[in-house]
């Protein structure tokens, strides 16, 4: 159950009694995040200090220090929690001291030195853990680069050669491991993870899937639409592509392959429709609570500028499936499918705390009050019926679970805030920013195509957060240089941190896949960067015109959205080559074209691109139903 949950390839497989107590403890812990959050602590320092130290003693007892992790707790993981809990303690009890003392002017004590260093190296060794030793190695260089980089000639030299500056800045402030990704985590994202936990043990993510099969699974192409229909609503509340690619992948992957799909197509649709979720409103993933934390953007605002450019990356997933069925005339679902009253019979209780959590937002409340109005919500609805309703053990699973699957997302965001004190400490950023000004020659398509390329490099083979935080220090002052407003450029970061997922050479959404489907995960990263190819002209296109972000007018607003739907199709019409038949070379440029002239923010280009457009999409759809009514005939 452990190793499924924190998903590190480190499984412990205690016995049935020692889980069931970590379950527990880490319950307890759940509660305890749920009080400090909603009625007691206020102080972020305190909320972090004990949240990290909490976090960790869990962390060393589930996961274990190595692949083949011994089927017990051993005496190195219990000295590792003990002195997690020892440092926990140390911080609280000092925390008045430690907030009043003067940065870089006391000196420590001697026990000050002690736990800090103590913690500087567990975060490391939870990193390790939890992460792996992609993102263990870049902090490491970043913490060297940050201690050996008065050594270096300008410009990247720095002035920093004290060890102790380089403590005080990342342990005893709110500048690094405290910082803001990890209060993040400790608020917002823990509470919306437990929304998550709790509407799927209650059968959510059955109902979820019910209604994807009940909208497309008699379609052509059924079960591959059901996957990307299923995925994008599962993926809105696990903000994660690998876990969303396990838990929904299980189902649809075998029954595409069963239906005659190929391992490759089956995974790959997957991949790229569990990816999306991580930017689907209303939930979207934990980089999203980050993203708002760290630029000082409202999250109500990230969440409405997020809507359309998420729904047409489902649209243009969704499209190529569509396109792909008809050219392969793959069969629908033979499977019996749900009727609407066998899916709203219970499901129906599950849209309230879905509901409750869009209303609360779209009200003005705080992330952390509107994520504990989806815990109660979700709660509250399954009891409504027999079928849905939770038992107590189920509520202190719920709660477990919800911390277990926490783990490598907290270690990822404490490491990250080791990487931002670290920079803001040296000014690396800043230097970073320069460098690829200079690269780009400050031409603005060109550092946005250098920005994408950074951030997807940042991302592979690392959680998403970790992904989104880095290019955020490295490559969000570059675009900040050249005007670009905060909420688009750091969008923009954000959506192609999320795509690294899925992009090749390693693609940790696509291994998920292949372990699922049997196939080479290169493959099926391949195909499944094709199904996306709408997600990486998304970024560009938005930050070019902000209507597709709902930031402009309405009448602006409207055209954008129109001109994004035509550019869609058109997009994902020109990569598949096919319509209702073949598409030539030269209509495929003539779709492309107009699909960017379609999402121009000017409005007589994007009338011309919607209109011719839409005029080829529509003469190839009355030239399929011709077809298809002359087929019928002569049948």
Not at 16 to 31: D, H, N, Y
Not at 187 to 199: A, D, K, R
Not at 409 to 416: H, L
Request: hydrophobic share 55%; aromatic share 10%; net charge neutral.
């Amino acid at each position: 159950m452990i190793g499924t949950l924190v998903s590190t390839g480190r499984r412990r497989d205690l016995a049935a009694g020692q889980q069931r107590a970590i379950v527990v403890v880490a319950a307890i812990f759940s509660a305890w995040v749920i009080y400090a959050n909603l009625f007691t602590i206020s102080d972020p320092l305190v909320l972090g200090i004990l949240f990290v130290s909490g976090i960790y003693a869990i962390m060393f007892a589930a996961i274990g220090a190595t692949p083949n992790a011994p089927d017990r707790i051993p005496f190195y993981d219990i000295a590792l929690s003990l002195l997690s809990l020892a440092a926990g303690i140390f911080f609280f009890v000092n925390a008045t001291a430690i907030a009043d003392r003067i940065s870089l002017l006391d000196p420590f004590t001697p026990a000050q030195l002690f736990f800090g260093i103590s913690l500087l190296l567990l975060t490391l060794e939870a990193t390790r853990r939890t992460t792996g030793m992609g993102l263990t190695i870049v902090v490491v260089a970043f913490l060297a680069y940050n201690w050996f980089g008065y050594l270096l000639p300008p410009p990247f030299g720095h002035g920093v050669d004290d060890f102790t500056y380089l403590l005080d800045i990342l342990v005893f402030t709110t500048d690094g491991v405290f910082g803001v990704p990890i209060q993040v985590v400790a608020s917002y994202v823990f509470l919306f993870v437990m929304f998550g936990t709790f509407l799927s043990k209650a059968g959510g993510g059955e109902f979820f899937f019910n209604l994807a099969a009940l909208l497309t699974g008699r379609t052509r192409g059924g079960p591959a639409k059901i996957a990307v229909i299923s995925s994008g609503l599962y993926g809105t509340m696990s903000g994660s592509p690998t876990s969303d690619v396990v838990a929904t992948g299980s189902i649809t992957i075998p029954v595409m392959k069963r239906l005659g799909y190929s391992a490759r197509f089956a995974g790959a649709v997957e991949v790229a429709a569990s990816t999306g979720g991580s930017a689907m409103p209303p939930v979207m993933g934990s980089a999203a609570f980050i993203l708002a934390e760290y630029t000082g953007v409202d999250y109500k605002a990230v969440v409405v500028a997020a809507v359309v450019p998420a729904l047409l990356y489902y649209l243009g997933v969704f499209s190529q499936v569509h396109l792909r069925a008809v050219r392969e005339d793959l069969r629908p679902s033979e499977d019996e499918m749900p009727t609407v009253a066998q899916t709203f019979r219970t499901g129906w209780v599950f849209l309230l705390p879905i509901i409750g959590i869009v209303v609360a937002l779209l009200s003005g409340y705080s992330p952390t009050f509107t994520a504990g109005i989806g815990v109660m919500g979700v709660i509250i609805a399954s009891t409504l019926l027999k079928a849905t309703r939770l038992s107590p053990w189920q509520v202190i699973e719920g709660l477990g679970e919800t911390t277990l699957r926490i783990l490598p997302v907290a270690g990822a965001c404490a490491a990250a805030g080791l990487v931002i004190g670290g920079l803001s400490m040296t000014g690396l950023g800043m230097k970073a920013a320069n460098l690829i000004l200079v690269i780009s020659n400050s031409q603005p398509i060109l550092t946005l195509v250098i920005a994408a390329v950074v951030t997807i490099i940042l991302g592979l083979g690392m959680p998403t957060p970790s992904a989104y935080i880095l290019a955020a220090v490295l490559v969000g002052p570059a675009l900040a240089q050249l005007g670009y407003p905060v909420l688009q450029s750091h969008m923009f970061l954000l959506y192609f941190a999320v795509l690294s997922a899925l992009t090749p050479p390693i693609a940790v959404a696509a291994l998920s896949a292949a372990a699922i489907a049997h196939e080479d995960p290169f493959k099926i990263a391949f195909t499944s960067v094709k199904l996306a190819s709408i997600g990486f002209m998304l970024p560009f296109a938005f930050v070019w015109n902000p209507a597709l972000m709902l930031l402009a007018d309405p009448l602006s607003n409207t055209l954008a959205v129109v001109g994004g739907v035509i550019a869609t199709l058109s997009v994902a019409t020109a990569v598949e080559a096919f319509a209702s038949k073949p598409v030539s070379p030269a209509e495929r440029v003539l779709l492309l074209g107009s699909a960017v002239a379609a999402v121009a923010p000017f409005q007589l280009l994007a009338v011309a691109g919607i209109a011719l457009g839409a005029a080829m999409l529509a003469r190839h759809l009355v030239a399929g139903r011709r077809a298809s009514v002359q087929q019928n005939a002569a049948g």
